[in-house]
């Protein structure tokens, strides 16, 4: 885990998306303007929720989100993409 200082507020959730493929099975190279978005992650950090509705996924999970979701940034180098909860679309 990365010791990331952003805390999410209310129903966000910070995730650091899995790195897209390089290469294919077979070994062919792909360069990054063919490369396709990762819609897969780690979460590594979350807020508290809402009043009607707690955050349900926890800090170490593996999800799956929707291709467009988030706003992604850059910290110290690495990026990550901080969405609402209701963007992730099932805990793997």
């Known amino acids: 885990m990365s010791k990331v200082t ?8 910070l ?22 978005k990762p819609q897969k992650g780690t979460v590594i950090a979350v ?12 800090v170490g999970d593996s999800v799956l989100y929707g291709k467009y979701a ?10 990550y993409l901080i969405m609402r909860e209701s963007d992730i679309f099932a805990i793997l």
Request: net charge negative.
């Open 6 to 13: 952003i805390k999410p507020l209310a129903d966000r959730v």
């Open 15 to 36: 995730i650091e998306p899995t790195q897209a493929e390089t290469t294919t099975a077979s070994g062919i190279f792909i360069p990054d303007s063919a490369k396709e």
């Open 47 to 58: 807020g508290k929720g809402t009043k009607d509705e707690p955050t349900t996924v926890k």
């Open 70 to 79: 988030g706003t992604e940034l850059s910290v110290e180098g690495k990026d």
